[in-house]
């Protein structure tokens, strides 16, 4: 017999003091990734924290064009966000590729990157769009870039006591953005998963979701692929380099060498997509 | 240690002692007798367990109940009464697109959601509402030209 209780915090601060009290109590927001953790036997937790209550919801711009997407936004939210336009499309294009309508209707983007499924979606955007993740704890708040945030499988760089309130995404965000999955249906977790982005000014940035632990991300790619954006030989040279840092496991999905062989493919068509858009704007 | 959980099913307020990891599902089928949301997969995957939770379609699988005071849960027994329902129910046994009949409740839910929002759907924007109802008869063809009938006939 599971027993446990659940606490309905009526706050952001009530529910850090609960987290603080008890290292075991889980947070629960949509429910959609934890929950079915729970039904297959994959995590008891002997207390749960409701988020339910938390007003983290939505997007807000800053003084300093900052955008801020609070951690209780829901998917079908950020698939269907006016904010995210520019660049930031490739996470409106990744919350949108979510599992389907009643999953997107439950789930946040706060619960899915704090439960850090390697084949999720939004991993991968965050990384390329640079984003930073915004933890707090009793009496501290701190950011941590996401590509620092996916540490290992199913592990993030969120403390038990420690919330995700919210994501920031950087205020320069003109030019265009792409998310695209590689599954073997509708819906599934990603086999292989690409993020892109293309300022106005050119720089590229790109990172591959479902190849490893979590997002594979090189400055040193994004530098080849900025320099020469035109051609597709060098998309495919950055994606060899990619596929290479990447550390993909066989499994139902999809076997390691397949991902491999699959990255470069996928980054030149992004690519070719990516510039497309660019001319579109220009 | 059970909790209270306060839980408004079809318009009827409920309150039950339940396990603090109770899903909706398990408390609509086991202690409501409201047997037609279906448990297929428990992971949220198969949509035979979707219900309404004000108004937007949803997994009762991935819902704990103990987390629902102030949200209203439709069922698919909550819809027999509805316009949509009726015409859905109407345009599936036309259309015969009922093979064994387990998935037909989640995806009516489904099914009703998306004609609530626009009965005009196209058969796209249909195909998309419904992939996440899975159907291992695979009588998908069907079920979407039920789903486009029952669209017409309510806003010809």
Known sequence: MKTGVIHHPQNTEEALVLL????????????ASLVAMMNAGLVNPSALVSLKAIAEVGFHTRADGTLRVGAMTRHHQSAESEYLTGMRNCLRAAAGSIGNMPVRNMGTIGGSISLSDPGADYPAALVALRAQIELRKVGEIRTVPASEFFIDWYTTAREPDELVTGILLPAAHAGTGLYRKLARVS???AIVSIAGCLSEEGAV???IGGCGPGPVFSEEVNAILSTDIVSDNSAEQAGQGLAELADPVDDVRATADYRRLVIPRLLVQAMRELRAGRETLQ | MSVTCELTVNDVNHRIAVDFADTVLSVLRERLNLTGAKRGCDQGVCGACTVLVDEKPMRSCLLLAANCAGNAVTTIEGLSE?????????SFVEAGAIQCGFCIPGALVSARAVLKRNPGASVDDIRKAMSGNLCRCSGYRKIVEAIAKAGAELAP
Do not use: T, W
């Open chain 1, 20 to 31: 603080a009290q008890d290292c075991e109590a889980k947070p629960i927001a949509g429910g």
């Open chain 1, 187 to 189: 819906g599934d977790f």
């Open chain 1, 205 to 207: 940035s790109v990172a």
């Open chain 2, 82 to 90: 509805d316009a949509i329902g009726r015409a859905l129910q109407k």
